[in-house]
């Protein structure tokens, strides 16, 4: 009996998260897309362009406020040796470091918009959220594949992560910083 209800958990998990990858990816064929005004498609290809020096995997990213860009981004994980050098995380750099963090963040998110060459990995996606940004056009999506690929490996982070109970660390440290909200 217990067996069988563990296969069946198991049957129902993976049916899960397989419905969720295939609607996420999927779900840009419901909403419809449009075209990719010329310019932005030439930045774009210039930057994939850049990655390609340094055999980089040749993705190009622009943020964009109110049609105009911002940021500018390719990927450098190779050229910097930076594990977050990817082309929508440095257009996002890009954009911030002209602007100031401050001015950056009091940007109406309405009028934000990132486009990139290559749908955004999980490391991307989740930066983008942080920052509010969820306009996003790309060119050529990742495969069914990966995202069930993804799909396993935040299974599998959900289940291995573990709380350590020492919160008082982290507090001391938030206290220690001028801004912080909790602070006197």
Same mark, same amino acid.
């Given at each position: 009996?217990?067996?069988?209800?563990?296969?069946? #958990?198991?049957?129902?998990? %993976? +049916?899960? $998260?397989?419905?969720?990858? /295939?609607?996420?990816?999927?779900?840009?064929?419901?909403?419809?897309?449009?075209?990719?005004?010329?310019?932005?498609?030439?930045?774009?290809?210039?930057?994939?362009?850049?990655?390609?020096?340094?055999?980089? #995997?040749?993705?190009?990213? %622009? +943020?964009? $406020?109110?049609?105009?860009? /911002?940021?500018?981004?390719?990927?450098?994980?190779?050229?910097?040796?930076?594990?977050?050098?990817?082309?929508?995380?440095?257009?996002?750099?890009?954009?911030?470091?002209?602007?100031?963090i401050d001015r950056f963040n009091q940007l109406n998110r309405k009028d934000l918009v990132l486009?990139?060459?290559?749908?955004?990995?999980?490391?991307?996606?989740?930066?983008?959220?942080?920052?509010?940004?969820?306009?996003?056009?790309?060119?050529?999506?990742?495969?069914?594949?990966?995202?069930?690929?993804?799909?396993?490996?935040?299974?599998?982070?959900?289940?291995?992560?573990?709380?350590?109970?020492?919160?008082?660390l982290q507090d001391s440290l938030f206290l220690l910083h001028p801004d912080y909200?909790?602070?006197?």
């Amino acid at each position: 009996m217990f067996k069988n209800r563990f296969i069946l #958990v198991i049957f129902l998990l %993976l +049916l899960f $998260f397989t419905l969720a990858v /295939i609607f996420q990816t999927q779900i840009h064929d419901i909403l419809g897309s449009k075209e990719l005004d010329e310019n932005l498609r030439h930045e774009l290809a210039m930057l994939g362009g850049e990655a390609l020096q340094t055999r980089d #995997v040749p993705v190009g990213a %622009l +943020l964009v $406020f109110e049609g105009e860009i /911002i940021g500018r981004g390719f990927n450098t994980v190779r050229r910097d040796s930076n594990v977050a050098g990817h082309a929508e995380i440095n257009a996002l750099n890009d954009a911030v470091r002209k602007m100031g963090i401050d001015r950056f963040n009091q940007l109406n998110r309405k009028d934000l918009v990132l486009y990139t060459t290559f749908e955004p990995c999980e490391m991307c996606k989740g930066t983008l959220n942080h920052y509010n940004i969820h306009k996003i056009r790309y060119i050529k999506s990742k495969s069914l594949g990966h995202w069930l690929k993804v799909g396993v490996k935040e299974f599998g982070y959900e289940l291995n992560k573990r709380h350590t109970g020492d919160e008082q660390l982290q507090d001391s440290l938030f206290l220690l910083h001028p801004d912080y909200p909790g602070r006197r």
